[in-house]
Nanobody
């Protein structure tokens, strides 16, 4: 199983970006899909999460500006980021709590993508 995050880049303050996180491999089902970020010199923090049923939660710092969604058919989550601020600059990581299929049956596991850099600067 692999998670591939993409969509990062350089954007001016006030701009928008959409991040994607695609899970691939022997996946039976995906429970929660979550985005985290880590700014230079800071700890990794939760940005937004979405359950298999579509319930969402957000960090206070991004409420009203970021929207998380998912396409269950594609095993993909998205993070639409708007009104970006310099303090949103960070490496963004995606996480998936999923059930995978193995030769011995099914097992639940937590997977991380490699991260994608978002830089908000003029």
């Amino acid at each position: 199983v692999q998670l591939q995050a993409s969509g990062g880049g350089l954007v001016q303050p006030g701009g928008s970006l959409r991040l994607s996180c695609a899970a691939s491999g022997s996946i039976f089902s995906i429970n929660a899909m979550t985005w985290y970020r880590q700014a230079p010199g800071k700890q990794r923090e939760l940005v937004a999460g979405i359950t298999s049923g579509g319930s969402t939660n957000y960090a206070d710092s991004v409420k009203g500006r970021f929207t998380i969604s998912r396409d269950n058919a594609k095993n993909t989550s998205y993070l639409q980021m708007s009104s970006l601020k310099p303090e949103d600059t960070a490496v963004y990581y995606c996480n998936a709590d999923l059930v995978r299929t193995t030769a011995w049956g099914r097992s639940r596991a937590d997977y991380w993508g490699k991260g994608t850099l978002v830089t908000v600067s003029s």
